[in-house]
């Protein structure tokens, strides 16, 4: 269970947003919530990526070898 304060304004337009589409507001935190991490676990993952001292780098023709294309 999380709650949470919004600022005036976005509880309006969540409002607004949840009356017009007959839809909980739960279901939109729970929608934005979910892409917000979904992009922010993947830009942790390629970050740490470029990070790994170990990692092997291919250039795009060594990638088209590879990968047999």
């Known amino acids: 269970m999380?709650?949470?304060k919004l600022p005036?304004?976005?509880e309006n337009r969540l409002n607004n947003l949840a009356a017009?589409?007959?839809r909980p507001k739960s279901f939109y935190v729970r929608e934005a919530i979910?892409?917000?991490?979904?992009?922010h676990?993947?830009?942790w993952?390629?970050?740490k990526r470029l990070n790994d001292k170990n990692a092997k780098y291919y250039t795009s023709?060594?990638?088209e070898k590879?990968?047999?294309?």
Do not use: F, P
């Not at 979910?34 to 992009?39: A, C, D, H, K, N």
């Open 20 to 22: 017009q589409t007959h």
């Open 34 to 39: 979910t892409e917000y991490l979904g992009e």
């Open 61 to 63: 023709k060594e990638a």
């Open 8 to 10: 005036a304004e976005l």
């Open 41 to 43: 676990e993947e830009a």
């Open 2 to 4: 999380l709650s949470l």
């Open 66 to 69: 590879l990968l047999d294309l």
């Open 45 to 47: 993952l390629a970050l």
